[in-house]
């Protein structure tokens, strides 16, 4: 993630191919030179597969099955191709006595090969023919999908909220330039008529719901900016986005949470787990059971049809996609997906501030340079934002209207500049009156911080 971003998927799907492709030909040059050694690496690959399946978090008796299957069948298909091989080159290299010209292939063994080729086309087409099919149902589903209108609509957007500098993030962030962090290799395709979302664990009444009842409840819109732990100080792994949605509160107290419970653990589709604190789900604040973004149906990649949003944590406690279960417990009882890869299980957003315009290293023009960016501190607020300039005094910026404590704050400053080389840096603090941090940490185990600084030359 630190060195490819969010390209990481296509980077880790390309270096399976191009190093499967590279121990499949090497275990056929072995098993041609002596039979057994192919076989033995392509084993060995399926054990080391086996290993890194089994040894996940929250891995199932069942999800050891594929390795399995598949070095198996690799072994098979090995096994089978080199025995055609064996008997095919013999004979296309033999000569024949009596007329001198290259003999016949063996026409039964070329025939065999390529029908083995052809069955595992055909398997491997029926097998992408499923999938396409499952994602162009849930397309479908989502395109004729009418949301519901809000039964508490969204707050209205104060005029001030939205600062007229050229190039600073929009206040809303558009679905398509919206973020996406998650461990699914294929965006999972639900069907939504048999979506269902479970309530288990720790409850007086376990409960499900289905997608008809879940859109039947009273609506909730709001704005609510979520970000990644992931986000470096000054990264984009950010975004400000109109949420509709049913409030897990409400669902959580019709299934009665019992005493001693602090966690929710929630679970995706494709079996990603993250740990919310119970007093997060059940306080005042609009964590919610969302269906909407932007005033349309969540996208598939963002977690269709349904996911959870909620303001004030990262988004690996919280911001579970394609939810299907919640289950409440306890911290001491549970771990989620990241928690036993060293990072923290609670995950509170920490006071950032970022600088948008100019970026970094870029030439302007001497005199007042226009700077401008975003602050955030969900579900505290910013009350005010700082600039300075080669580590000289703090400079207030003008803070914009803020549409929430949840969401970010835009900010803009016109700072005189001469001809030279400038470092500049930006602070915020929160409405408790606690300025974010300037000391350096890395983004695990839960958060980055530090202070945003760029270079520019005025010239």
């Known amino acids: 993630m630190q060195l490819f971003g969010t390209a990481d998927k296509v980077v880790l799907v390309a270096s399976i191919v191009v190093v499967a492709g590279f121990l499949a030909a090497l275990a056929g040059i072995l098993e041609r030179r002596r039979h057994g050694l192919g076989l033995a690496l392509a084993g060995l690959a399926g054990a080391a597969g086996l290993t890194a399946v089994v040894t996940r978090a929250q891995a199932s008796p069942q999800a050891a099955l594929a390795p399995i299957v598949a070095a198996v069948v690799t072994m098979l298909l090995l096994r089978m191709l080199i025995r055609r091989l064996d008997t095919w080159v013999p004979r296309a290299s033999t000569v024949d006595e009596h007329s001198g010209e290259q003999a016949p292939l063996a026409r039964r063994s070329f025939l065999n090969a390529i029908s083995g080729t052809a069955l595992a086309a055909v398997v491997g087409g029926t097998v992408t023919a499923i999938l396409t099919r499952a994602t162009a149902v849930a397309a479908g589903f989502r395109s004729s999908l009418a949301l519901p209108a809000p039964a508490t609509p969204p707050q209205t ?34 069907d939504p008529p048999s979506w269902k979302l479970k309530v288990t664990g720790m409850v007086e009444r376990e409960m499900e719901l289905d997608f008809a009842e ?60 993250a740990s919310t604190p119970l007093e997060a ?58 928690t036993p890869r060293g990072w923290s299980d ?90 974010q941090t ?9 958060g980055a911080t530090g202070y945003h600084t760029i270079n520019v030359k005025v010239a």
């Open 157 to 190: 957007v104060p005029a001030g909220a939205s600062l007229p500098v050229p190039g600073i993030s929009p206040l809303v962030t558009p679905n398509t330039d919206f973020y996406r962090i998650d461990t699914a290799l294929t965006v999972p395709a639900i």
């Open 214 to 273: 879940l859109l039947a409840k009273p609506m909730t819109e709001r704005h609510i900016t979520i970000a990644c732990v992931s986000n470096n100080v000054g990264g984009d792994l950010i975004g400000n986005a109109l949420w509709l949605g049913w409030p897990v509160r409400e669902l959580l107290a019709m299934a009665g949470p019992k005493a001693g419970a602090d966690m929710v653990l929630s679970t995706s589709n494709d079996g990603w787990t």
């Open 346 to 435: 609670h995950g509170p957003i920490k006071t950032q501030s970022r600088i948008d315009v100019p970026r970094s290293g870029r030439t302007v023009q001497p005199g007042k340079v226009q700077f401008g960016g975003v602050a955030w501190a969900q579900h505290r607020g910013i009350e005010r934002v700082e600039l300075r300039v080669n580590r000289g005094a703090w400079q207030s910026a003008q803070l914009a209207s803020a549409i929430s404590t949840d969401t970010w704050y835009q900010w803009q400053i016109g700072i005189d500049l001469q001809p030279g080389d400038y470092e500049i840096q930006v602070r915020a603090t929160d409405a408790s009156g606690q300025p």
């Open 281 to 338: 789900l059940t306080d005042d604040r609009d964590a919610l059971l969302a269906v909407g973004m932007n005033g349309e149906p969540l996208p598939l990649e963002h977690g269709f049809p349904v996911r959870m949003i909620v303001p004030g944590l990262y988004g690996f406690v919280s911001a579970t996609k394609w939810l299907t279960e919640l289950k409440v417990t306890r911290f001491a009882d549970d771990t989620a997906y990241w």
């Open 438 to 446: 300037e000391d350096k940490a890395p983004v695990a185990p839960d």
